[in-house]
DNA sequence: TGGCCAACTCAAAGCGCTTTGGAGAATGCG
DNA sequence: CGCATTCTCCAAAGCGCTTTGAGTTGGCCA
């Protein structure tokens, strides 16, 4: 059933049919209601391609799923991060097509996007500190939004939590809690939320006169086995760290695997603190958990920072020629069980 | 720049034009070749929305990704899974739509698709015993594949691993290590996967003549607490488990946990034999890491499987009426550093 | 020379929808 | 009553591509 054939058995015209179905006004309700009942009756529903073409709109976002390291490791967090973005989408009534590239392949992807118009926009992650991404969506007049931000972060929209005072503060209560011989797990470097991430630990030491020491510095991408080779080097070197800061629940896990092979209880004989993404599947929510969180951690759902960036976007598509948008969150910290006093 | 400029510049028809882009043999070499150079010059890419309009076709995969349970939970293992799928269809030129949806909502979602005809196929995952959407999707005559199997899977294209024979090797490396008492955290039973693995787990108990124990069976989403809760009980009873089978490498995380809480070295006091499905962050595949992975599991990489779903379900809409495809994979039973003889 | 076939190329008809620019009918106003 | 509005609804023109069916060449053979 397409709409000629609807406005045919209607003794309407398409144009009638089409507008009643769009809820234009130029239809009186009456015949609007009737339209309507007559399509549900016949189960018609437009034909999107049809549509698109019609309307030059694609109804659809991109997003470019990064996939790092020589590995193409794909990072779960990705997954959080859509399914929120993908609620929305779906809300509004837009397709998420998803894109999964190798880094140096997403400038070619963005492009084709471009090109072939298959998005009305696209959600770009992961900036790095001067990232061409968007220099090249800027000059394709593509509208998007960046979850983090870059180093001059002023000329496009952009949506972030606030790195620099997470990790902050996160260093700050194990200077609280009288660690001094404290380890950073970073993410890798070139993306720029790992370098606001190492300022705010690098705050919190020189603001309490604590040299940092550079061999418990890491900069990896962040699996769990990163989290596991960099712990079992820095544990069993002659000087060992007391607590560990580190970027992802997932390598954190990694530290805990290590700690547990030599016998250090996670919370007493070491601490650990780390950013929680919320990720559904690790549950360090606490909730339903009488014993409370698992780890210790500055908390921001990315699965919400999915939802928000997708309704930023989509006021993007709207209206594209307005100011940038630029929304900071705040993270939350979270109490869990794998930080305690500094060993004496 | 659009077909018809294109053609005008080069004072030829848009059919001749279009012929020569899509590789007709009605057109003249050298006027392909020339063709060509104008298109690339002029940087011309066809419109995608008309494409699909005149072709009837959407060269999209629709994935629907399941979110589980009440808290509509985001699989991480279905990142991967997707990435895998990503790859190939980025390679033929298809584009992945992702629609994100409680369980319930699954149905309508694959109805929407085949009304507006938004996509080529689809990709049905993590199937029931008696899974309602493959009536429904052979009703609509979408084609689709079916990543897992349902109780009666003759009439329909699907790919699977052997998670039956899986877990019943898995179950027989404990006994052979002379565990007796074996728990098993299983995903939810209402999946046809999770129902395999626990015939392969019975059978195995059933040919030593070992009796499973009720208590230490469970049947949930796969998270890490769910590892860490049903241990933590399990290991605190009056009667405790030496060995656990676990549906994921997640919960089996959560199980280390409980185990590490309570002072049981894993791999020594107590062991570990999961179902790993080589998520890339996770990285138990032991490359790299001298000392092995760190959990003994049955794998099976999921991206492998996304890959050769993707590959198998591309044939599919090639010829849809052809004889059902259907593929079933081995695991590998990889030893890491989890398990152990049973403690006397 | 005429006829036929291959090799090229083209005009035009869709694909199914939205949207522009009216047209006719009903209503309001002086 | 006549004219201007306001409602309703419509015909037709796109959107940019593919594809059908129909030429138009030029070469080759009888």
């Given at each position: 059933m397409n709409l000629r054939e609807l406005s045919e058995s209607l003794g309407l015209s398409q144009t009638t049919v089409s507008r009643a179905l769009n809820g234009y006004?130029?239809?009186?309700e009456e015949t609007r209601l009737r339209i309507q009942a007559a399509a549900e009756a016949a189960g018609y529903t437009p034909n999107s391609r049809a549509r698109r073409l019609a309307t030059g709109r694609s109804m659809a976002i991109g997003h470019v799923m990064p996939l790092t390291g020589r590995e193409e490791l794909v990072n779960p967090i990705f997954a959080d991060f859509i399914a929120g973005a993908g609620e929305v989408y779906a809300r509004e009534g837009y397709d998420l097509l998803l894109s999964m590239v190798p880094a140096e392949g997403a400038e070619a992807a963005y492009r084709q996007m471009a090109a072939n118009a298959s998005v009305d926009a696209v959600m770009v992650q992961a900036?790095?500190?001067?990232?061409p991404r968007i220099a090249l969506l800027q000059d394709l007049g593509l509208p998007f939004l960046v979850h983090g931000r870059t180093a001059?972060?002023?000329t496009y929209s952009w949506f972030d939590v606030a790195n620099v005072r997470a990790f902050r503060r996160a260093t700050d209560l194990l200077l609280d809690l009288g660690h001094r011989k404290i380890a950073l797990l970073n993410?890798?470097?070139?993306?720029d939320f790992a370098l606001r991430r190492r300022r705010g630990f690098e705050d919190a030491m020189a603001a309490r006169n604590v040299a940092v020491t550079p061999q418990w510095m890491r900069a990896e991408v962040m699996t769990e086995q990163y989290g596991y080779r960099a712990a079992c080097e820095m544990l069993d070197a002659e000087m060992s760290p007391t607590a560990f800061v580190v970027s992802s629940i997932i390598p954190a896990i990694g530290v805990r695997r290590a700690a547990g092979e030599r016998g250090l209880r996670t919370g007493r004989d070491i601490s650990i603190i780390c950013h929680d993404d919320a990720l559904s599947y690790m549950g360090?929510?606490?909730?339903?958990?009488?014993?409370?969180?698992a780890f210790t951690a500055t908390r921001s759902s990315i699965r919400a920072a999915g939802r928000r960036c997708a309704e930023i976007l989509l006021r993007l598509i709207d209206d594209p020629d307005q100011p940038p948008i630029q929304e900071l969150w705040e993270t939350e910290l979270t109490l869990g069980r794998s930080t305690g006093p500094a060993p004496t």
């Open positions: 006004p130029e239809v009186r900036p790095t500190l001067d990232d001059n972060p002023s993410g890798q470097e070139t993306l360090n929510d606490g909730l339903n958990a009488p014993e409370g969180p």
